[in-house]
Each structure stands twice: as C-alpha cells, then as structure tokens.
C-alpha cells in the first residue's frame, strides 16, 4: 500500500472510530441529562460495550501497518501540515494504546468505576478509610500504567502527559509555584481592603436565568443549530458529534451568578468545539482538541477574562436587570467588583480567580507526593489538612470538606488537576495577545460583539486542532513563549481595581 | 464446547449486541426529539457506523458453531422452554441475516435512505414520477431479497415473514377482506344515522394537554422511572435499553383527542417494551417482542379497547375537564360518542377504527401486485385511485393524498403493512378473552384501576417474548385460534352503540 493510500485509510479509520465515540458521547449525555432513574444499570453495560470496541479499534495492528506506510513518507516532509500532524497524533495515540495491555486497561476502568462509587460513599458519610483501599488500588495501577507508557522523568510525567502532551513535573512545578505566591501577596495586599458589596438579594427566577442564558451564550457565538441548553446535577459540556456541542447547568434561584458564569464557562468549551471539529477535519487529530488545559483556556477565557470583566457588564446588566429588576439599581462597577470578590474557602469549585490556583498547588503535590510514594495513601488526610492550612490558611473541619473533595482521584485521574492551572494560564496569554491584535477590544466587548475575539481564537486556536502541542500552539498564537506573567498581571490589576490596592 | 457453554455464549453475544443496539436506538431518539438541526448529517454517519457494527456481529460464523453445538442437545429437548425457544429464534435471526449478501444489505440500506428522502421532496412537490426510479429499485432489491431469503408460496411471503413471523399471503388475504366487507356493512348501515356530536372547541392549552398526558400514561401503568414523554414531529415509542422506554407526542391545541390517543397508543406500546424486556430476558429473544402485529395489538388495545370505551370516559373525563373547563358540561357518553366517530376519509393515520382497515386492505393490495409485477409501477397512482374509490368509496385529489401517503415504500418496508391489521384483530381477540378472565373488567376501567387488565396482558403476552411464534402466542392467550371475529363484534357493537343501528 503507497503512503497515500495508508494515509486515506488511516483517517478512514480515525472517522469511524469517531462516530462510534459519537454514540458513547451521546449514552453518557443522555445519562447525566435524560434518562430515567430504572435505566442506569443497563446504560453501564451499553457505555462498557461501546468502550470495548473503541479500545480494540485503537490497538487494531492494521494501524501500525498504515503508520508505516506514512511515516517518512512525502506527508510527513512539512513537518507543519495538517497530514504530518494526524500521522504524528495518530502515531501517538495508536502507541499510547498498544503499550498498556488488556489486563491493565480493564483492571483500570472497574477500580475506577469502584471507586468513584465507594469515593462517593465515602464522602457523604466522611469515612477516608472506606475510601483509602481504593486510593492504594488505582495508584497501584496508575504506577503500572506509567511503567509501560514510559517517561523520562518520573512516573507521574507519564500521566501527566495523557492529559497534557509534553507536560513535566519539571516544567509545571515552577509555573505553579509562581501562581501560589502570587495568590498569597495577593491575599496579603487586599486583607485590610474593605470587601465589595455583595449583589441584591434573590430570588432569581429559573425561568429567568434561563432566558438570560439563551441570550448570552447566543450573544458569545454558539449557534443555536448546533449546540443544546439543558439542566443537569453537575453541570458540563461535550460535543456529541459534528455540529453539536452541548452544554448543561444548573439554577440556583438565590444567586443567578453561579449558572450565569457556568453556563459561560461551558460556552467557552463548546465554542472551541465546534471550532475545531469542523466539517474537513472532523474525526482525525486535525479536528481535535489541543489538550485539556487549552481547552480549560477557552473556557476560563471566555468566564474570567471576558464574563468577569468591567465592560462586559456594560452591556450585560441591562439585559439582566430586564429578567431580575433588583439589578436595575445596580452600576457596571458594582457587579464588575461583586463577581470579582476574593474569598478565600475550601471548595475548590467555588473558588474566585485569584485562590483557585493554589487549590491547584495543593492537589499536585499531594498526588505527586503518592505517586512517587513519598506519601503513603493511609497519611493523606492529614497531609491535606497541614497543606491547606499552609496553602490556603485554612484547614478543613473534616475530609469531605478536605482530601475527599473532588471526584478526579477516585476514577485514577492522577495529573489531570495542573490542566486546570495551565488553562488559567493560556487563557491569560490568549486573552492579551488577543488585546494586542483587538485593539479596541475593550469597546467591542462593551458593546456586546464578541465576534472579533471569537474570530481570533478560531484562528489562533480552534482551527489548529493538535497541529502543535499545547505550549507550541500558546506560543504560536501570542508570539511569545507562555508563562504565568499574563495571568498574575491580570490578577493584579482585578485586585487593584476591586480593592484599590 | 458442550452444549450448556455454547448457550452461555451465544447468549452473551446477544447481549452485548443489544448494549450496542441500545446506543443505536438512543441515536435514533435523540435524532428525532433534540438533536440540533446541524448535526443532522452527521448523525447518518454514527447510525451508519453502528448498524455496519451490529449487521457484522449477526453475521459471524461463530454463531453458527454455537447454535449448531446447542441445536438437538437436552436444551432444546422441551420445545416450550425458553432456551428452546432462544435457540430456536436465534437461529432463525441469524440464517436470515447469513442469507443476505453485504452487498445486497448495503444496496436496500442505501436505497432506503435515497428514496426516503426522495419521497419527501416528491410528497411535497406532488410528483409520482421524481419518487417511481427509486420505487422500481427498491422493489427490485426487495424481490432479490425474498430470492435469497426463500420461500414456499411466493416472493411476497418472505417479506410479510420478516415483518410477521410465519404469515403468509394465503394467510393474511382472507382476513383482510372479511375485514374489508365488515367496514363496508358498517359504513352502509349507518349511512343516514346522525353524526354524533364533536367536543366542545378549543383551545387545549398544550401545559393542560401535557399535565393530562402525565395522569394518564402513569394511571395506565407506565411507570416515570422508566420512561420519559417528550415532544416530536411523528409520535413514536422507542425502547432504548433495559428501564427505558420512551414516548412521543405532539399538541394541537385546538383539539386534545390527537395527543391523547397518540400517547394512550404509544403507552400501550411501551407496556409491551418493559413487559417483555425485563432483567431476566433482557438482550434475548425471549426478552424480545414476538413481532409488529403483536406490538401494535398492544397499543391498539389501550388506545381502543380501553380508552375510546364508555366505562374509560367515566373515569377519565373529569380529570380532562379539570384541565379543560369547556369539557364540564359534556358527558362520558358524548365523549365516548364523539371519539368513536366514523368518518371515512383518504388518510390511513387519521382513519377512525371501523374505516382503518380498508385502508391496510387497499396498500397490501397494491403491494402484493406491484412484487409479484402485476402491477407496474408507472401504473401505481392509477390503481391506487381506482382502488381507492373502490374500497373507500373516495379518489384521491393527487398523488401526495394518494400512493405517496406513507412512508413505508420509500424505506422498502413492502410486508409491513398486513401487521396494522393483525394487531387490531390481535387486539379485539385479546381484549375479548381479558373481559372473560376478568369478569368486573369494565367496572375496574370506569374506576381507573387498569392493574388487573396490565397484569393479564403481562401474564398472557409481554412475559412471553418470542416463546411462541405471534398466532400461537394469541392462541394461546385466548385460549382459540385468532380470527378477525372479535374485531367485527367490537366494531359493530361500537356503530350500534353509537349510531343507534
């Protein structure tokens, strides 16, 4: 077979496999947003079918053969096209797959389908222990899993790079660091600042937000024909197939902020899906997401930088002052500073701009400090509690509030929280670079267009697909390497502006 | 492998083949009540890529090995076992499905789609002759496909066989035209009696509609935590997976029978979905639905039977007319009056239950001629209006009135038609032997307590799966061979009660 036939098989290949995916997307959307209650069970088995026959799809040796064909071949000559990108990624993904057995693969989805299970038992009835042989379980296998993935480094590298290609502990260690004592000078400046009014009281009427919510995630640039607004107990985005990307919140009738800044949040994600899984790139690499953390940089993007800022509010509170009159007596400023607040807590989800990071901080080493083994599984509460009081200057009352607050290590997902950070990061870097290339960006935004700056992440960002690894595509779009500078000046300036600091 | 292990097998096959056919029901659902309108093409492809999935699986040759190794051991030793029976309809799934090359499964899958959206345009735009080319070849590749199938009488036989398992012409004719004559004496008889009074005029707010839907389908057994009602254009029911059944509707608001009947009929089909398709059979042909006139038995039943009978309007009309105050002044025999009208009309879904019939009559007529090549199909419009006139005593207007009415041709669905008809005979004769079994039936109907009627059709059908084939199976129930006798006695006594004749 020539290399060119190897190519069109290959994406043939690649397409299919993303329709199959297409369906479990839409079993597992379905679960969280639709099904009946009697259901559950049974769509276990049909996600478990689906999976298994995606997973034997990804190992299928013929891939091996077609990569063959193409690899040195005259695709792969511009190292920059879009072909030696999907022969690249395809190489990856297909060797990714090939490295961890069967055994080890169905080992790892049942302790974690377990374990998120007997972590959610866990953290409702406050018992560590009924958590802790399940902790050991998948860190057992996580270890396994970076053995035959393999790493230069260390082991966590290894899973660190599933979420974020090319990520180190060597490389994100420093960044976070930096984060961390930028929210503590932060948290220093501002302790004496009075704090900032709070918004009216509710109620905010589910009716109403949602009518709000139909408008600005319109107003951002998410076509109605292609995506869905619906309700569920956790609220996500996922893009099902092509020209659908979907996302969910939840209404809280006492304070319309939370799926007011959620729902723009997962616009931010569905906006870069629907603009990287366009109609000629679609089911292959160049029609796929970057990375996690370039993913979390759209949505933070569009919830921080933009949601958060002064002049969105100049045209947003009138829109919702027409849902909620208690805004009506409100200023730009005063909401501008009211859902910029700083307030240091526990809960990592609802933590404001400038304390997530260090939430962050906390959750890497400690999942750094297990996979090395420098913590043992049965000291983790306790390791918690001191790093919160150190981190954040708090220590939580019990472990539902502290070690077992997030679902991530209970299903083995251990690397994936600095994706969070190094989204909070590239969003910063996009959002000024995206300044410098808008220069009335500020204007467009108060006065509700958001298509410039949707325009220049599409090209910047969403249309790449995984053409470049993460910090290369951030470093192409903004023309210079990124660093946590863009984001510790934006919190700065927050701060200053809200505090007067 | 011995015969226990070859069982064991088989039946897990088919097991793990309905998780995947959940994930394509849930695509086909999710299609036709919330996908986003631009992600209609891509859909195509996932449905596509699951059903080229599910057509390998029904075809692997070591299906044949099993059933081969489990075929004439202790297994099938009891032919009234359900392990007989799953052996036995499994093989009879997977000789057809080996029977029909690839390419000829590919070419009728393609047809079907072309000339479904063919008659669409040609619906539309009135025009027989843009729709005929696709008619000709789906006829062509539906007459290759009875070659291949086989068959003892003629080629039609193994189409109506796919459809309803051991019918045939000879079968099916005679009972169609007792049918046929029986509406004729009807509509003849009632010529010069009045016409019962319609309902009050609208509107039926849709939220009244949509609350009194939720009473009703609950009240009838259909239980919130395993299924869900939702909005489409064409109603329909669908069984997604274990627990899950789902409904449709649609709301005219100026008549609230459409739905409501609409929905009672699609309640009366996911009855049958969660009766037969419990944990123990689930993904087996013994939790499998014996055939389409035995599924549409079930939601004729409910949607005729009960609740267009006068002991259902006792019981249901004050509920509608707490939602609907016009209804207040009417009587549940001026309802059961009004929703028992005859009015002969040209189209078969809006066709009330003594004129249904011959409209079935008219299409298994017109089929029967054009697969045997009796009938051309330039000549289809003439002798459908001809035969029209005949049977109905009406001449279609034009073609979108006349032969290009239903989709069912367009899909290459020629043999479905005859199951319309069966049901509603399946219907009236299982309804007749429930009165017997349950002597205070229509006092139970008049106090909304439908458990008794749930329970002996769960008892007598739904429990059953494919045990029996769909006549032995009524016979069974009733304890006499099915005839079209119960239905001519239903309707007669409904035109007497109604009409005064």
Redesign the interface.
């Known amino acids: 077979m020539n290399a060119r036939n190897a190519y069109d098989t290959l994406l043939a290949h690649s397409?299919?496999s993303a329709?199959?995916a297409?369906?479990?997307n839409?079993?597992s959307w379905?679960q969280q947003v639709?099904?009946?209650?009697?259901?559950h069970?049974?769509?276990a088995?049909?996600i478990?079918?689906?999976t298994a026959?995606l997973h034997r799809r990804a190992c299928d040796p013929a891939l091996g053969d077609w990569l063959a064909a193409c690899e040195g071949s005259d695709l792969t000559r511009d190292a920059a096209s879009p072909e030696a990108a999907n022969i690249r990624e395809l190489r990856r993904d297909y060797d990714q797959a090939v490295k961890i057995p069967e055994s080890l693969a169905v080992a790892l989805a049942q302790a974690a389908s377990l374990g998120q299970r007997a972590w959610e038992l866990a953290r409702k009835e406050n018992d560590f222990n009924a958590f802790a042989p399940h902790l050991s379980t998948l860190l057992d296998l996580s270890r396994q899993k970076a053995e035959v993935l393999g790493y230069a480094g260390e082991a966590y590298d290894a899973l660190l790079d599933l979420f974020e290609p090319g990520e180190t502990v060597a490389g994100v260690a420093p960044i976070l660091a930096e984060l961390r004592d930028a929210a503590t000078d932060i948290l220093a400046a501002i302790a004496d600042a009075p704090p900032p009014a709070p918004l009216p009281a509710g109620p905010y009427p589910a009716a109403g937000q949602a009518a709000l919510l139909a408008q600005v995630t319109a107003r951002l640039g998410l076509?109605?024909?292609?995506?869905?607004l619906d309700v569920s107990t956790h609220p996500f985005s996922t893009l099902?197939?092509?020209?659908?990307a979907?996302i969910t919140t939840r209404f809280d009738e006492g304070d319309f902020t939370k799926a007011f800044f959620g729902a723009v949040h997962e616009t931010g994600h569905a906006l870069y899906s629907l603009g990287h899984a366009g109609p000629a790139h679609?089911g292959t690499p160049m029609g796929e997401a970057a990375s996690f953390a370039v993913h979390e940089s759209q949505s933070r993007l569009w919830e921080n930088q933009v949601a958060r800022s002064l002049p969105f509010w100049e045209f947003m509170l009138p829109l919702a002052a027409e849902q909620f009159p208690q805004l009506a007596g409100c200023t730009p400023e005063a909401v501008f500073r009211a859902v910029g607040a700083t307030h240091p807590g526990l809960i990592r989800v609802d933590a404001d701009e400038t304390t997530y990071n260090p939430h962050i901080v906390l959750r890497f080493e400690l999942e750094l400090a297990l996979i090395r083994k420098d913590l043992a599984v049965a000291d983790l509460p306790g390791a918690w509690n001191e790093k919160s009081q150190a981190i954040l200057g708090l220590t939580p009352p019990d472990n539902a509030l502290g070690c077992l607050q997030d679902v991530h290590w209970s299903t083995g997902a251990f690397g994936y929280f600095p994706t969070y950070s190094l989204g909070n990061i590239y969003a910063a870097c996009l959002f000024e670079a995206a300044g410098q290339a808008i220069p009335d960006l500020s204007a467009r935004l108060a006065a509700g267009d958001f298509a410039p700056l949707l325009a220049w992440l599409g090209t910047a960002i969403h249309e790449k697909g995984r053409l470049l690894r993460p910090r290369a595509l951030v470093a192409a779009a903004t023309g210079r390497t990124p660093t946590a500078g863009p984001l510790v000046r934006h919190l700065r300036a927050k701060a200053a502006a809200i505090y007067g600091i």
Chains 1, 2 share one sequence.
């Open positions: 397409r299919a329709d199959i297409s369906a479990l839409l079993l379905d639709m099904l009946p209650p009697a259901a069970a049974g769509r088995g049909q478990g079918a689906l026959i076509p109605r024909t292609a995506s869905r099902i197939g092509p020209g659908d979907r679609y």
